[in-house]
């Protein structure tokens, strides 16, 4: 069956410290896989995706994330959280090409502290 | 570029009634939209896809008649959530992709999502 897990529920972090939110995925193949950020009462933003190529992509607000395939994981990282990051994580798979009908993990809530 | 907009942002109605919930691509067209519904603290649910001109496609346990979806144009998706009751209430968001088409700022195969709407019903 095809699922996203993002095993952490919620986050809490110090402001400046580094964060990494995990991601795994089980699908028939190599999907494409992105990362969506969602502030409170907003729609989701996409902060990186990946499709094929180099296997570590950087993203938007200074976040970048590792597909493993061995793994298959999809981990975002950020080397030092501001307090704005402070969101609710997203992790979602897709079919490559065409229909793109994504499967969503349940998310991860990040917290910052001061 | 890649921007979604969703009208209205929030929309109170009386049980019974029926609410039209508007999601444009303001500069890119969308050959396929996207509809979700998130509850409270949870992650997004589909609830049927909607390709330009053709009929949407339900998810399965979401009723077609009650969830009524439109894809009239490359740019512009609504759905009509008809004789809405209270366990309707809840976080409505669209997103919309261009697939396969590289357009101006715009990823084939990425959805862009809009800001959403708060549906609350009395």
């Known amino acids: 069956a095809q699922s996203v897990t993002q095993p952490d529920i919620h986050i809490t972090v110090s402001e400046g410290a580094s964060l990494e939110l995990r991601c795994n995925y089980s699908?028939?193949?190599?999907?494409?896989l992105f990362w969506y950020v969602q502030s409170p009462g907003q729609g989701l933003q996409l902060l990186l995706k990946?499709?094929?190529?180099?296997?570590l992509v950087q993203g938007i607000k200074g976040f970048e994330a590792e597909f493993k395939r061995s793994q298959s994981s999809f981990n975002l990282r950020k080397p030092s959280v501001h307090w704005s990051d402070a969101a609710e994580y997203f992790c979602?798979?897709?079919?490559?090409?065409?229909?793109?009908?994504?499967?969503f993990g349940a998310g991860t809530r990040l917290a910052v502290h001061p | 570029g890649a921007v979604v907009s969703q009208h209205p942002s929030r929309v109170i109605c009386k049980s019974g009634t029926s609410v039209k919930i508007e999601c444009r691509s303001l500069?890119?067209?969308?050959?396929?939209m996207f509809w979700y519904r998130q509850f409270p603290k949870k992650s997004l649910m589909l609830m049927a896809t909607?390709?330009?001109?053709?009929?949407?496609?339900?998810e399965q346990g979401v009723e077609k008649d009650k969830f009524l979806i439109n894809h009239a144009s490359l740019t512009l998706s609504t759905l009509t959530v008809t004789s809405a009751h209270p366990e309707d209430s809840s976080f409505y968001i669209c997103?919309?992709?261009?697939?396969?088409?590289?357009?101006?700022?715009?990823?084939?195969?990425?959805?862009?999502f809009g800001p959403g709407t708060r549906l609350t019903v009395l």
């Open positions: 500069d890119f067209q969308a050959t396929t």
């Open positions: 997103s919309a992709t261009n697939q396969g088409l590289a357009g101006r700022a715009v990823w084939p195969d990425t959805q862009y």
């Open positions: 699908y028939g193949a190599t999907p494409y």
């Open positions: 909607s390709n330009e001109g053709s009929k949407a496609t339900y």
């Open positions: 979602a798979v897709g079919p490559k090409g065409g229909y793109n009908k994504l499967i």
């Open positions: 990946y499709f094929s190529g180099d296997t």
